[in-house]
């Protein structure tokens, strides 16, 4: 046996907090670090297996050998086994040999709180001490304006291995070379937040990363960490915020994750009931093992500590809200109190967004949550999740079943698309057009349009413009933006020579200039999770399958009056009532030629008139192009 100093980062105070679960920065402690003992440079190591009969850190350094370098258990029954083994150095590859008590199992375990891993499919641990000279303090001064419920969050969705990729040599895009490409291009589109979908080390590309192995290691796939950090730093210079989608919600069985850590169930939920999970044959988190707890928070606090992530979307909530999801009867035992919420989930979702918004009140926590569990978005101490924001899925899929159906049939199904409007201040809403809605047989958002290739763009155009008139904050997922025609592909790249055609051109140009209505009309935001924010002026007209509202922000001097007409025919001379107003200026029309519309329905002169209309005693008459939204200022 070689030589495993006694050392520890650990005080009494970080045991205790330990095992009570409430220690949130684990990964200061637990993992590997580079440190000098004694004069004597090399690695600290620490693992908790607190049912190991050994543990013994194999890698390059020792052939991989078990035994050689053996870690000594603490005294505390903590469970944790830590040393220092000299000479280990920057780039070492390791992984755990744990021996257990539970049947003499062995197995050998990447780290849990490994900052760098192996390219897969190699599954190793690599030591990595992260160090940045950050350049990005002007960002994190502003950034809790940026990131405000009361400031414009308009938000690009992107899949880093198929956004674009390196053609001639068939490759994913670096972070490198990322920070050039993608960050010109978000910049470029307006979008304030970009959001990836998870860069946590994962072994299996058709899984998206949402099976992930190395929860404190961006994937090795595109670079180094430092390189993902300038990344980060490069959307920061350029004034955009960036957000990781977190997946504290399953992980995967492969043999050197998570799962049966210590050759017992440790971070997975012992009972099947509630630690498998039938839908996506992966593990369940043990929400209610306090060190289990911590590994999730201490987890979420890292990204917003090292690498100054703007917020987390956090996947799949709903189903760790309820005991029965995606289970049959018999398949789940209720709670205490007779229900099928999962309160351990729901403790500890509380915790996490407490948590995060106590050390980092500028940034934003999202929920993808898809039920009506009431008050995700409110906080705590009222009862509610403590979310900052949530997806709304309702909208979703009733704004694209709607846009669905041939015109001529919306008249009927004029509910479909205001419903929306019944609950969306309910909650602070995030409107998504994801990744989830382009893949396995749904089509691409452009091929759900119906009609002709011209009405299916101004419907595209037609969709995203009622998305960004419509209260709360948006997302749209890559490609969406200039009318990819396939559905979304991981392993291929966006189909970038769209851009050379009109038409897709034309979207990508309305989406553009989307975002920077967005950013420049306060009224689209400054009340956008409030009904004082919003005013129906008509929606009733299902007729001509018509709406009308108007948006608010703080100043009474301005408003934003939204028209939408859901069919191909052209509306002349339509009259819309209006408060008694002094003047009404189109500002923006999604049937422009620049954005390859017809061009022929401007409202250049607006004559209001004191003529009643829908229960309004002023009205004026206004052109409203085929499949087509006008934008008007309105100014008391």
């Keep these: 046996m070689k030589e495993v100093k006694v050392h520890s980062l650990f005080t009494e105070f970080d045991i205790e907090l330990f095992k009570r679960g409430h220690h949130y920065r684990l990964y200061e402690k637990l993992g590997s670090h580079l440190i000098e003992v004694d004069g004597e440079k090399g690695t600290y190591f620490a693992v908790w297996a607190p049912s190991a009969r050994s543990v013994s850190v194999i890698g390059d350094f020792n052939y991989w050998v078990e035994g050689d370098h053996q870690l000594n258990v603490r005294w505390d029954e903590s469970g944790i086994w830590e040393g220092f083994i000299p000479g280990v150095e920057q780039g070492a590859v390791y992984k755990y040999k744990i021996h257990s008590h539970h049947n003499d199992v062995k197995t050998e375990k990447a780290d849990p709180y490994a900052k760098r891993c192996e390219h897969p499919p190699k599954t190793a641990s690599v030591v990595w001490d992260l160090k940045k000279d950050w350049k990005d303090g002007q960002w994190m001064k502003k950034r809790k304006s940026k990131n405000a419920l009361d400031a414009p969050f308009s938000v690009y969705e992107v899949h880093l291995g198929s956004w674009k990729k390196q053609v001639e040599e068939n490759r994913f895009l670096s972070y490198t070379e990322l920070a050039d ?34 929860y404190y290691a961006p994937s090795s796939r595109f670079g180094y960490p430092e390189e993902f950090m300038t990344l980060i730093e490069t959307f920061h210079k350029n004034d955009i915020g960036v957000i990781l989608d977190w997946v504290p919600s399953h992980f995967p ?27 996506w044959k ?12 911590a590994f999730l928070i201490s987890n979420a606090l890292f990204w917003l500590d090292k690498y100054h992530i703007d917020g987390l979307r956090v996947d799949a909530v709903a189903s760790m809200l309820f005991l029965d999801y995606s289970r049959e009867e018999g398949e789940w035992d209720p709670n205490i109190y007779g229900g099928n919420e999962y309160l351990g989930a729901i403790d500890f979702l509380k915790t996490f967004n407490e948590e995060v918004y106590k050390n980092y009140p500028d940034v934003q926590t999202i929920a993808e949550e898809s039920t009506s569990f009431p008050m995700v978005s409110k906080p705590t101490f009222i009862g509610g999740l403590g979310f900052g924001m949530k997806w709304m899925m309702g909208w979703m899929h009733d704004t694209l079943e709607y846009f669905a159906k041939e015109p001529v049939y919306r008249k009927h199904h004029q509910n479909e698309i205001t419903f929306s409007l019944n609950y969306a201040f309910t909650e602070n ?40 008139l419509h209260p709360g904050t948006k997302l749209i997922f890559q490609g969406g933006e200039f009318g990819q025609y396939d559905e979304w592909n991981f392993e291929k790249s966006l189909d970038w020579h769209l851009l050379d055609h009109d038409f897709n051109k034309g979207i990508n140009t309305f989406v553009k200039d989307l975002n920077l209505l967005y950013k420049n009309q306060k009224p689209l935001f400054e009340k956008q999770f409030s009904h004082e924010g919003f005013e129906w002026i008509d929606y009733g007209d299902a007729e001509n399958s018509v709406l009308c509202f108007i948006r608010k922000g703080k100043s009474e001097k301005k408003k934003i009056l939204a028209v939408f007409n859901f069919t191909p025919v052209p509306r002349h001379n339509y009259r819309i009532g209006l408060p008694e107003l002094k003047s009404i200026e189109e500002i923006f029309s999604s049937d422009a030629k620049i954005y390859h519309g017809s061009g022929d329905f401007q409202n250049r002169s607006i004559t209001i008139e004191n003529i009643e209309q829908h229960s309004r005693a002023h009205s004026a008459e206004i052109q409203l192009p085929p499949l087509g939204m006008s934008i008007f200022e309105v100014k008391s």
């Excluded at 470029?188 to 970009?194: A, L, R, S, Y």
């Excluded at 992966?282 to 707890?293: A, D, G, H, T």
């Excluded at 396995?440 to 958002?445: E, H, I, V």
């Design 253 to 279: 069985e492969d043999a050197h994750g998570l799962g049966m850590f210590d050759g017992t169930a440790l971070y997975e939920h012992p009972d099947r009931k509630k630690g498998y999970h039938p839908d």
């Design 282 to 293: 992966s593990l369940i988190f043990n929400y209610e093992r306090p060190q289990v707890k």
């Design 429 to 468: 809403f995030m409107l998504p057009l994801s990744h989830d809605e382009v893949v396995y047989g749904k089509q691409s958002l452009i091929n759900k349009m119906p009609g002709d290739q011209w009405q299916k763009f101004a419907n595209l155009r037609l969709l995203f413009g009622f998305m960004y």
């Design 181 to 214: 490409e993608l960050v010109t291009y978000v910049k470029e589109m307006n979008f304030t937040h970009v959001e990836f979908m998870p860069i946590m080390e994962f072994p299996y590309d058709p899984s998206w990363g949402y099976q992930i192995t190395g």
